[in-house]
């Protein structure tokens, strides 16, 4: 039986953290809202609507913080054409290695459907993913599993037969939850400390077909690279 490939998207897929974290910038400065210390970084991988009221402590009511959060996407989105955008390194050669051997790709993602979409037509990756789940189809952000969950399910394969492919704790842990083999990505955070992945590697290029499919004949390794 084959397995499902199941990706995050932002430091997984494509690195915008930088327009991500100016959208948020340029925000506070539209608005005169403050940003805390270590912003970015505290509310990496998580939703805006938990971050916004939470970390921010810019909103509490539900009709401000959408307006808040519909904003800031906007704002990246003008930014990623601004700047432009390219994959990772290493994304394109593992995703034709994938398509070769008829693994089925989803992406699995807390980033709004817009941006992805916007994204995609940049780096030129359109149907290059069997299925989509972004905020607007989950109720839960990670650590949670429903967006793997679901794109497992938009794959048609069970959750312990897909690898999920990410960079943040919150995302492997949320893989971990959905019962999924992960594999993280040393993008956002050091190697060493993506311990609680299956594998780790520096770029997905370093993968191959074989050794993931180890992941389903041994468990877990101990592997990073």
Not at 73 to 102: H, T
Request: charged share 25%; hydrophobic share 40%; proline share 7%.
């Amino acid at each position: 039986m084959t397995f499902g490939a199941i990706f995050d998207w932002d430091g997984v897929i494509v690195d915008s953290s930088a327009q991500h974290e100016a959208s948020w910038e340029r925000l506070a400065e539209e608005t005169g809202l403050p940003l805390p210390p270590g912003h970015f970084k505290r509310g990496f991988g998580m939703k805006n609507e938990f971050i916004i009221p939470n970390l921010y402590k810019w909103a509490d009511q539900p009709a401000d913080i959408n307006r808040l959060s519909l904003r800031k996407e906007e704002l990246y989105r003008e930014l990623v054409v601004e700047r432009g955008l390219s994959p990772l390194p290493g994304v394109i050669a593992w995703l034709d290695q994938l398509r070769a051997a008829d693994i089925p790709c989803a992406v699995g993602s807390s980033t709004p459907r817009l941006n992805i979409e916007a994204v995609l037509k940049v780096v030129g990756l359109e149907n290059r993913f069997q299925t989509i789940v972004t905020a607007e189809d989950v109720k839960h952000g990670k650590p949670d599993p429903e967006v793997f969950l679901k794109a497992a399910e938009g794959l048609g394969i069970p959750p312990s037969r897909c690898v999920v492919f990410e960079d943040a704790f919150v995302g492997i842990e949320a893989a971990v939850r959905g019962g999924m083999k992960v594999v993280a990505v040393a993008t956002t955070n050091p190697l060493e400390s993506l311990s609680r992945a299956d594998l780790a590697v520096h770029r997905l290029d370093e993968l191959t077909i074989p050794r993931l499919e180890e992941l389903f004949q041994t468990g877990r390794t101990a592997g990073t690279t």
